[in-house]
């Protein structure tokens, strides 16, 4: 028997296997396999059975599959089918589709090992590489190859080998396990003869130890409670006892034990949310739920875009469809920006669906994503919610598919490939269930209004508040705009917050009410400045300037992650003048200190938060009313909801809108209207501020108007005009590599070579524009390159895919060091 096997590599083919007779019957399609791969061993991916080939048919011996090493086979046909496209269309291989797939750790893989001998260095010690490298294998037992490559740089294998030959090192080939297993715990039985209930007593007479009674009295006490097989832990918990104990029980023959299987949750240390009330859904929440399980019943393809405002009872809406479709049997993912940033929208999916869920996160160790991944495919859990990775969830019988908040570049993937869209794959992935997908959001992308509007999807609308019980709905908060160059006039203006901004502060303060800052900007002051010179600190690696982090007292590049010292006198002319120029979170918030100094301030950006359960801490901090202020970045404007915030308070509302990005308007109008919509969502009515050096642009005229329809009605035409998304589809190509010239070289060759290929097209040409150095020209020492083509929607074929794929073939292998990114339906341009 033949199978085509999916290696876990950058290349467009299959690999063919022979599957010795013994296996037959196991190797399935969807099945993981180890195979030999040139010298080494791979774990792969049957993706087809062709029927009639043997091995005699091919020109070359065909290898035999060394193992199968799923039982269940690990990848549905569904699941075949989905990644086959996405590599298709994200101009990706197939295999790194399905790496991405599948949880990481679980590959079986050859290493070489290495190790140090006693043999002294001798000539070697000249040699600098040499040198590290032997240095690191003295101080690491289990080194591999690539730990060396990660400590010490790119050390060719050809150098490993000769310090071999000189009897430096050992090289030893090994096959590693998966890293992670499933993971067990000892549990306590009685023993069969000690299992009718009077049993304990017996058992207490014939012991004399007291530990060894407490130990029976515990596990009679679990039998009541109907606990007949508790963990070992537990029992030695409650009976204060040792192993000890617990083992000369067992050699008793007294109890047994057993291994049970250990289920990893993220969310073991966090609260159990309570069982929610039962909801009465408010009309427009109705007519958004029938329509949607109308389609479910009738088993019909069809996208939602569900427009509500913040506040409107969307997530209500997600829940009674999930709740109707798992009635049916079938199962559902909700997708959200981030976990870690929607603690709220998660614990309201948990509370409601409890043992069914799967949370999915970006910081769940190995062992966790794997327990997930496994119990998803085998049914136990028929809910998945995540981050964009979540839509490729190994479930059966979709029913539905929600992503909240769609319209966030986070459902974006860049790197590694493939570089998808989790928004538009959760679109294909219904489509091809059956099933029903709900896009939700209070400021639609305009290419799901746009969708929408042609029909493509059907659009829900909830304009309205949920109205709080005994009250009107809550209005949406007034905005007002705060003039900083008027506020500066009248000397009302002197660190970051205006006087203006400190009154609305003030007064909140004095009603002991909330208040929400958003500064999208952390650290202290994005760019230091020498007042008599000019020069401005810099990154070594990456072309841009170096924020300064006061509490660290260090300039740090926000690309990269190096910090330095900040110089005490300029380098460039010795001046002592360094000014700290603009604010970051930091520095708002020593300002908040200083005019409120009886105010507790909570911060809440990339520098607090890389703790596991940091974000969880600050924000139940805050919802418990231990902080009166909340200060952050973009993070504070995310699905949080909490009654006693009357005033949302924008720093720097300009911050992000001049970036080189064609959607850089749409973000501003998204993140704006977002945070505003913190404000005022209980009784107390809300307010909020926004402070800008440009009070008349449209952008904030719309957020104050809480206008989405005239920003729609602004921004499409614009689009049209310089055939941009929705109209067109943007691909983004991204050279790299540590010379420039030869980077710039190939990002020529490349785009000419396209550029040929796409020819003189008559209508609705395909326009090319570049290449040329990207807005951060240089990052990690790699200088970057960008050629952006804007495909025209609806433009017949070849398709743009092919064309991509046909110049990469023309192209060939890139010098060594180079890469190159292909990004369909890029986001985030510069
Ligand atoms: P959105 O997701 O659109 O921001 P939510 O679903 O979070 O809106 O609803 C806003 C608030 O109103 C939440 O506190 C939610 O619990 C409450 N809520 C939503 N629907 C109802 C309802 N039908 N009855 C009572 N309260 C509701
Ligand atoms: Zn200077
Ligand atoms: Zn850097």
């Known amino acids: 028997m033949i199978v085509d096997v999916v290696l876990p590599l950058p290349v467009e083919q299959t690999y063919t296997y022979r599957v010795p007779s013994a296996m037959a019957d196991d190797a399935r399609v969807g099945c993981r396999v180890l195979v030999p791969f040139g010298p080494r061993r791979m774990t792969g991916l049957i993706v087809a059975h062709p029927p009639e080939q043997s091995p005699d048919d091919f020109p070359f011996t065909v290898k035999a599959v060394l193992d199968v090493?799923?039982?269940?086979?690990?990848?549905?046909?569904?699941?075949?089918?989905?990644?086959?496209?996405?590599?298709?269309?994200?101009?990706?291989?197939?295999?790194?589709?399905?790496?991405?797939?599948?949880?990481?750790?679980?590959?079986?893989e050859e290493r070489r090992r290495l190790a140090r001998t006693d043999t002294p260095p001798g000539d070697w010690a000249d040699h600098a590489t040499a040198r590290a490298v032997l240095r690191y294998l003295e101080a690491h037992d289990e080194a591999t190859v690539s730990g060396v490559r990660q400590q010490v740089g790119d050390v060719p294998l050809a150098l490993l080998r000769r310090l071999e030959r000189d009897g430096l090192l050992t090289m030893t080939k090994e096959l590693t396990a998966p890293k992670v297993r499933v993971k067990t715990a000892t549990h306590l039985r009685f023993a069969p003869a000690f299992q009718h209930p009077s049993a304990p007593k017996d058992l207490k007479a014939q012991l004399r130890g007291h530990k060894q009674v407490a130990v029976i009295e515990v596990m009679a006490g679990f039998r009541a409670e109907g606990v007949r097989e508790p963990p070992q832990t537990d029992v030695m918990d409650r009976a204060q006892a040792a192993h000890s104990t617990v083992r000369s029980l067992l050699d008793k023959g007294m109890l047994e034990a057993v291994q049970k299987e250990v289920l990893r949750t993220p969310l073991g240390d966090l609260p159990a949310p309570p069982t929610p009330p039962e909801r009465v859904l408010h009309p427009a929440q109705q007519q958004a739920l029938d329509a949607l399980t109308e389609a479910v019943a009738a088993e019909r393809f069809e996208t939602f875009l569900l427009h509500g405002v913040t506040g409107s009872g969307k997530t209500e809406v997600y829940i009674a469809a999930l709740k109707d479709v798992l009635a049916r049997g079938k199962t559902g993912i909700i997708l959200v920006p981030e976990i870690a940033l929607t603690p709220q929208t998660v614990q309201r999916f948990r509370a409601h669906f409890g043992d069914r869920i799967a949370v999915l996160h970006s910081r769940m160790s190995l062992g966790e994503r794997y327990d997930a991944w496994r119990h998803l495919r085998s049914g136990r859990f028929d809910v998945a919610i995540g981050p964009r990775s979540a839509v490729l969830a190994p479930l059966d019988d979709l029913g539905l598919i929600v992503v909240d908040e769609e319209h966030e570049p986070s459902y974006k993937q860049f790197d590694p490939a493939p570089r998808y869209h989790a928004r538009d794959v959760a679109v294909v992935?219904?489509?091809?269930?059956?099933?029903?997908?709900?896009?939700?959001?209070?400021?639609?992308?305009?290419?799901?209004?746009?969708?929408?509007?042609?029909?493509?999807?059907?659009?829900?609308?909830m304009p309205d508040r949920v109205p709080v019980p005994g009250h009107d709905a809550a209005p949406l908060p007034p905005v007002r705009i705060v003039d900083l160059t008027l506020e500066r006039k009248k000397h009302r203006l002197e660190g970051a917050l205006s006087e203006t901004l400190r009154e609305a502060i003030r007064v909140r303060l004095g009603r002991n009410e909330q208040v929400i800052l958003l500064q999208n900007r952390r650290g202290y002051a994005p760019v230091v400045e020498c007042q008599d010179c000019g020069w401005t600190p810099m990154c070594h690696d990456c072309s841009v300037s170096l924020t300064y982090h006061k509490a660290k007292r260090h300039l740090r590049c926000h690309y990269c992650g190096r910090a330095r010292q900040l110089p005490r006198a300029c380098p460039s002319c010795g001046s002592r003048d360094l000014a700290q120029l603009g604010q970051g979170t930091q520095r708002v918030e020593e300002e908040l200190a200083q005019v409120f100094p009886e105010a507790t301030v909570a911060r809440m950006d990339l520098d607090t938060t890389s703790r596991k359960d940091a974000h969880h801490t600050i924000l139940s901090r805050f919802g418990e009313g231990e902080a009166d202020i909340l200060i952050g970045t973009q993070m504070v404007a995310k699905g949080l909801d909490f009654p006693r915030v009357t005033l949302v308070g924008v720093v720097n509302a300009d911050v992000g809108m001049h970036l080189p990005d064609f959607r850089a308007e749409e973000r501003t109008f998204q993140l704006l209207t977002q945070v505003a919509g913190r404000a005022g969502r209980a009784e107390l009515r809300g307010e909020v501020l926004l402070q800008t050096r440009q009070p008349d642009h449209p952008v904030f005229q719309h957020v104050l108007e809480h206008d989405y329809a005239a920003f729609v009605e602004e921004a499409l035409p614009d689009r049209r005009r310089f055939g941009y998304p929705p109209y067109a589809h943007v691909v983004g190509v991204e050279f790299r590599g540590p010379e420039e010239d030869a980077v710039q070289q190939i990002a020529q060759r490349w785009t000419t070579v396209l550029c040929q290929a796409l020819g003189r097209e008559e209508d609705d040409p395909v326009e090319v524009l570049g290449p040329e150095p990207a807005l951060v020209g240089r990052v990690k020492r790699q200088y970057r390159y960008h050629t952006i083509l804007k495909v025209p929607r609806g433009r017949r074929t070849p398709r743009i895919q092919e064309v991509l794929r046909a110049v990469n073939d023309e192209v060939g292998s890139l010098p060594k060091n180079s890469r190159l990114a292909i990004d369909v339906d890029a986001i985030g341009l510069f």
């Open 69 to 108: 090493l799923d039982e269940t086979p690990a990848f549905t046909p569904e699941m075949l089918r989905l990644t086959r496209w996405m590599a298709d269309y994200y101009v990706c291989a197939w295999g790194e589709v399905v790496k991405a797939a599948l949880p990481s750790g679980t590959d079986v």
């Open 429 to 461: 992935r219904a489509l091809r269930n059956d099933a029903v997908c709900i896009l939700g959001s209070a400021t639609p992308s305009l290419e799901s209004i746009w969708n929408a509007r042609q029909g493509k999807y059907t659009l829900l609308e």
